[in-house]
Structures are given as structure tokens and as C-alpha cells.
């Protein structure tokens, strides 16, 4: 017999709007002060913002500050340790941002920071503000969670696996919570946070979690 | 103002349903509120482009939507174009007599606009001064800079700051094109519409009717700028780099623009640009009137290469169009265009006539690589730079403004 949740889960989608700081950067050290500085919304914007649409994810870093660092400031090192975070790995974006500014610390004390940005090329910072209302579908069982993440947008995607983990601070993603404490399918919850988020589409991302919402018990 | 109708639903088939029931739900939760649109041209100019495709979608949404355009006699917009030079960095002297005017202008088109609304967006500077206008408390004012005012010459910029600091919000092209300013500012791409004219798909045979009439033959890959004569946009250098390209590889250069004929630089350019065509038969320099859409839309589409080496841009929507139509693109690594044409993904950035020259050529030896840029320049702008994403950004700005200072807002 299949599976009711006690509550069902309900898709949801985003909009953002992207809000200008004023504030930027034109050295690795300035851009440590802005990181330990602006909001936590612009963190998690820089970061895993561009996971959103995954355009050219396995050409180019999608973290924007390992873009600057290596296509401004020409610092590969940095740029690659800025480049290998995952959002999964990360209960807070507190604890991201403690981990960005270790990344740089540690290079500021290797030895001579890289040359400061050419005029026009300084780093902007800025925010994402999220926009979250329901997409009008929602899933009861296991079946219908499965049709939903099939017509399910890459907003609703990026949301539920990504944003909704650490900007609205659920326990990891909330399609786990769901699938442990309403389901009753912890397994699959531990399946689905076990993913990597950093798949070259959004239809990857899309069958990786229809992958691991088979073969239930 | 009443744009032609247009129908969300018609984008479907660009972005898919899933994205047109999405920008529905957003619009459904704004309630109705009243959106009025100022600027200070119905028809020609960007701006004015812009507008005549989105207010006709804002309506289809349900979002009661209203466009105003200023009135104002020759003197007035001699003043406008002079502030916009100073924007763009340009020496001008600002007199009393001048600023008093565009100050009283602005109070006469107070005097006889209708301003009540819940947002009422203001569209770059000539309108700017209505703020003062306001009613106290009634609505929000947006003020939306298309001009890159990232370094204007600062006794202009310090005149307009104190009417831009009036405003509940400002909106930018792009971060590099902002200035500091108290109030918040966010960011809005500009749009190209994909079921405009100018961007629609054509057909193979309507292509070649547009070439035949330009007197262009299809014999040989053509290397397309479309922009107007402006020693900023460098055809000459566009020239140079085809001359260099011509040494090693068969082809030829269409130069379209337009304007020159009211312009006394442009006719100064296009004279300087036909010297240095030095008579090739396969330098194609057409002059072009307004309202060539067809054309342009069909000259892009022909090309083997699209370039843009301005020497200054603002964010490039030439360079969307040819993106949208899956041309590989050779650009300027300035403005606007570096947003676009990401170096080995979605285009070639260069920064030299040479530079232009080299890149050229490997795509049209390598149709394969040109291909797959055109693609990805397609899809990128698919998502970033079309009307509906540029929809989608207004309906979440208005949003945000009912929500101040919150960063992660829960609608209904």
C-alpha cells in the first residue's frame, strides 16, 4: 500500500530581484572585508546563485567570487578552493561565510596577495531578494511527489534543493524533511541529501532525484 | 499610450508553460495595484521599445498599467541631450538658463500628466524633476537609469542627484553602470524581444529577399556590424580587422546602420567610413532608414560572424539580437557586452582590431565551434535577456518595494 503524508508537501517557486550594494572590491584583501561585512543574502547570492540556471557549470566556476579571483586578480589557487563549496556541506551561511574567509586568510598568509583589479573590473557586491510563493501543485504520496518534481521549474528546483537549506534555514533540504517526517521514508531522505547539486543541467538535477526517489521499499 | 496587444501566453513556446504560469502567480499576488510608465518618447529610442512590448504584458497580467510621455519644445530636448553627453563623461556647460528650463518643463508635464498610481516608474533623465510632484504619501517613484552614469561629469551628475535621492528605489542596467546613492538600487537587465520584428524567426527564402534587395550575394560568409555611423561603435576598425581577415580567408563585410542622415557626425563618420572601404565591392555599407527591423533582423541572421568592437557600449542589445539568433559573436570586451558574451561560451570578447581579425577567422574555419558558441548564446539569452525575464524582474521589483528591507519575502 502506498505511502499518505500526514501533511502533503507543497512545490514552491522563487523570483529574485537583484539589489545593488554600492559596495566593491578591488583586491583580494578588499574582498575579504566586503565577504566578512555584507549581508548574508548576498553571500549565498555570489555563491550559488548561478546554480540556479547552471549555465556552463563545467567550463567556468559558478561561485562569483572564484570567477573575480581568477579572471580579474588571475589567482587560480584561491579561485579553485573558492570554487569547491557545496551547498550541502554547509548547516548555515554563516558557516559558508567563516569558510570563504578562511579560503582567503589562508592565501593572504601564503605570501604576496595577487595585484589589485584593473579600474572597471572591481567586484560588485549585491543581494538576491527572494520572492517564495507556492507554484500551485502539491504531493500527498510518493507518486504524485515524483509528477511534481518532473513538472517542477529550475526555480522550484533551485529552491527545494538549494536555497530552501540554507536561506530559510530548513534541516537540509525540505524535501527530505519531508520525505523523513511526514512520509515516513527516512531512507530516501539520507538517498536525496547524499546528491551532488553540481550537475552540468537542470534536467541532470531532475532525473538524479527521480533516481533516488525509485526503488522504494 | 496604448502599445499593440500581446499576450503573455503567445511566449509559451519560447520559455515554456511552466515559466509563463509562474510570471501568472507572481502577477495574480500583486493585486491589482496601478503601474504607470514616464519617459519622454512614444516611439524610437530603446526606452521606447521597451516599453511598447512590456505594458501590453503587464495588461495581459491583469496589472492596470499606464504610459505617460512628457511634452517638450526642441529647446528642451537640445538640454536632455546635453545632460545625457554629460552622463556619458562628455564636457558640457550646464547653464542656469538651461537647468531652470528643464525644471520647468518638468512642472508643466506635472501640471498636466496624470501621476496617480501605486508605482510610477521614471524612465532615465528627461523626466526625472516629476518626483516633486508626488503626492505625500500616495504610491511609490522608481527611478530607471538606461544610461551608464558610472562616470558623468559630476556637476551634472550633482544637479540630477538631488531629484534621483526623491525616489523610493533606483534601478541599473548593470552594477558598473550605478552610483552611490541613499536610497536602494537594484538591478534590471535590459530585454530584447524575441516575437519583435527585429528578432523573429525568418524564413530561409524571406532572408534571401532581404539580401537581394540589399544587393547582397549570398556567395561568400558574411561578417555583419550593425550599429550606428559612431566613432564609439569603430567601424573603421571593423574594417582594418576584415582587411586582415581577407588575407587568408574569403569573405565580406556588411556595415549597417542608420541615423547618419540627421547627424552631422554620422555623415562625417560614414564619409570617413567609405575611405577606408576604399571602393571594395565586398564592403557592403548600407545607410539604413529608421524602422529596419526586417532588414536587420534578416542581415543578422545571414551572418557567418556578427562583431561589435565599440570602443564604448552601453549594455549592447545588438549583441542580444545576434545572440538570440544563434550567431556566433566577436565583441568588444566593454559596457554591457562582457554580461553577455561569456569569452569561449557564448561568444569571443577581443580588444584590439587584430584581435577582431584573429577571432573572425577561427570562426569561419571552424563552423563546428561557431555553432556551438551560437547555441549557447541563444540559450543564455533565453533565460537572462529576453522581455519575459525583464516581466518577471518588474513584477518581483514591485514586490520587494511593499516588503522593505526584507530579503526573503513569503507571498500568499
Excluded at chain 2, 565586398?282 to 536587420?296: A, C, K, M, Q, V
Amino acid at each position: 500500500m502506498e505511502l499518505k503524508a500526514r501533511e502533503p508537501f507543497v512545490f514552491y517557486s522563487t523570483a529574485h530581484i537583484i539589489e545593488l550594494t554600492g559596495r566593491s572590491a578591488r583586491s583580494l584583501p578588499e574582498l575579504r572585508s566586503g565577504i566578512a561585512e555584507v549581508t548574508g543574502s548576498s553571500i549565498f547570492h555570489h555563491t550559488f546563485g548561478a546554480l540556479q540556471d547552471r549555465f556552463f557549470a563545467a567550463q567556468r566556476f559558478t561561485s562569483d567570487f572564484a570567477r573575480w579571483a581568477v579572471e580579474v586578480l588571475q589567482d587560480w589557487a584561491v579561485a579553485e578552493r573558492l570554487a569547491l563549496m557545496h551547498p550541502t556541506e554547509f548547516p548555515s551561511i554563516r558557516a559558508l561565510r567563516e569558510r570563504i574567509l578562511q579560503v582567503i586568510d589562508d592565501r593572504l598568509c601564503e605570501g604576496q596577495p595577487p595585484a589589485p583589479a584593473p579600474p572597471g573590473r572591481e567586484f560588485h557586491f549585491s543581494q538576491a531578494i527572494s520572492l517564495i510563493y507556492p507554484a500551485g501543485y502539491a504531493a500527498a504520496t510518493l507518486v504524485e511527489l515524483r509528477d511534481g518534481i518532473r513538472r517542477a521549474s529550475d526555480r522550484t528546483l533551485f529552491f527545494h534543493l538549494i536555497e530552501a537549506r540554507l536561506r530559510i534555514g530548513r534541516c537540509t533540504t525540505d524535501l527530505s524533511c519531508w520525505l523523513s517526517d511526514e512520509l515516513g521514508a527516512p531512507h530516501l531522505a539520507d538517498r536525496l541529501d547524499r546528491l551532488d547539486f553540481f550537475v552540468p543541467s537542470t534536467e541532470d538535477l531532475r532525473q538524479q532525484v527521480l533516481a533516488s526517489l525509485e526503488d522504494a521499499p | 499610450m496604448t502599445p499593440p496587444g500581446l499576450a503573455l501566453d503567445d511566449y509559451a513556446p519560447i520559455i515554456g508553460p511552466a515559466a509563463v504560469a509562474e510570471i501568472r502567480e507572481l502577477a495574480r499576488r500583486l493585486e491589482g495595484g496601478q503601474l504607470l510608465m514616464v519617459n519622454s518618447t512614444a516611439v524610437g529610442g530603446g526606452v521606447a521599445e521597451l516599453l511598447n512590448r512590456l505594458i501590453p504584458l503587464l495588461k495581459d497580467l491583469g496589472i492596470p498599467t499606464r504610459w505617460e510621455v512628457i511634452r517638450g519644445g526642441q529647446e528642451f530636448f537640445e538640454v536632455t541631450k546635453a545632460i545625457h553627453n554629460a552622463l556619458h563623461g562628455t564636457p558640457v556647460a550646464l547653464t542656469p538658463a538651461m537647468r531652470s528650463l528643464f525644471l520647468e518643463v518638468a512642472a508643466e508635464n506635472a501640471g498636466s500628466l496624470d501621476l496617480d498610481a501605486d508605482l510610477v516608474v521614471i524612465h532615465d533623465p528627461q523626466p526625472l524633476p516629476l518626483v516633486a510632484a508626488r503626492a505625500p504619501g500616495r504610491g511609490q517613484w522608481v527611478w530607471r537609469c538606461h544610461v551608464d552614469v558610472s562616470h558623468p561629469q559630476s556637476e551634472v551628475w550633482d544637479f540630477l542627484r538631488e531629484h534621483v535621492v526623491r525616489y523610493d528605489a533606483s534601478v541599473f542596467s548593470a552594477p558598473e553602470f550605478s552610483q552611490v546613492l541613499p536610497v536602494p538600487q537594484y538591478m534590471i537587465h535590459p530585454a530584447i524581444d524575441p516575437l519583435a520584428e527585429k528578432n523573429r524567426d525568418m524564413t530561409t527564402t524571406e532572408i534571401e529577399a532581404v539580401l537581394t534587395d540589399l544587393g547582397i550575394r549570398d556567395d561568400r560568409p558574411i561578417v555583419t556590424q550593425v550599429s550606428r555611423f559612431d566613432r564609439l561603435k569603430d567601424p573603421v576598425g571593423v574594417i582594418r580587422a576584415y582587411q586582415l581577415v581577407r588575407r587568408t580567408v574569403e569573405c565580406q563585410l556588411v556595415l549597417a546602420g542608420g541615423g547618419a542622415a540627421d547627424d552631422p557626425e554620422g555623415v562625417a563618420v560614414l564619409q570617413e567610413v567609405r575611405r577606408a572601404a576604399d571602393g571594395d565591392p565586398l564592403i557592403h555599407i548600407l545607410d539604413l532608414p529608421p524602422f529596419s527591423d526586417r532588414e536587420i533582423n534578416a542581415l543578422q541572421r545571414a551572418s557567418a560572424v556578427v562583431v561589435q568592437k565599440s570602443i564604448r557600449e552601453g549594455f549592447g542589445l545588438t549583441v542580444t539580437e545576434a545572440l538570440w539568433k544563434k550567431r556566433p559573436v566577436v565583441a568588444s570586451a566593454v559596457g554591457g557586452i562582457p554580461l553577455q558574451v561569456l569569452h569561449n561560451l557564448t561568444g569571443l570578447l577581443v580588444h584590439s582590431a587584430e584581435g577582431t581579425a584573429y577571432r573572425i577567422r577561427t570562426l569561419l574555419r571552424d563552423p563546428a565551434f561557431a555553432r556551438r558558441l551560437g547555441e549557447n548564446g541563444h540559450e543564455y539569452v533565453k533565460t537572462r535577456f529576453l522581455t519575459t525575464s525583464n516581466l518577471r524582474r518588474w513584477l518581483a521589483l514591485a514586490h520587494a518595494l511593499r516588503h522593505p528591507g526584507e530579503r526573503i519575502i513569503r507571498l500568499p
